[in-house]
Nanobody, 123 residues
């Protein structure tokens, strides 16, 4: 499975941005997908995950109520809608796909990783 993350950019505090993670390869739509981020000088952290059919999601507390995740399996794409953005949301955002269809916040659970897309929130 190959993953391509896109949609990052520069946005002001309180603004919104939508990231996309396009997957290709065998049975791409059967995999759970997670988003992780790594801010300047920080370790990579879990953001949100969605199971294979979109019926289950799991959010980090830091983004709960502000971010939403969805997927369109017909397009093999997962979307991360980010609202009410804060400066601390500034990071490189990575999407990752698991070999399984269930969600997890553990990065070791994910086998395939995209290249990352930069999100910068300015105050």
């Amino acid at each position: 499975v190959q993953l391509q993350a896109s949609g990052g950019g520069l946005v002001q505090v309180g603004g919104s941005l939508t990231l996309s993670c396009a997957a290709s390869g065998h049975a791409a739509s059967s995999h759970a997908v997670g988003w992780f981020r790594q801010g300047p000088g920080k370790e990579r952290e879990f953001v949100v995950a969605i199971n294979w059919n979109g019926g289950s999601t799991y959010f980090a507390d830091s983004v709960k109520g502000r971010f939403a995740i969805s997927r369109d399996n017909a397009k093999n794409t997962v979307y991360l809608q980010m609202n009410s953005l804060k400066p601390e949301d500034t990071a490189v955002y990575y999407c990752a796909a698991a070999a399984s269809g269930s969600v997890s916040s553990n990065p070791l659970y994910y086998t395939y990783w995209g290249q990352g897309t930069q999100v910068t929130v300015s105050s």
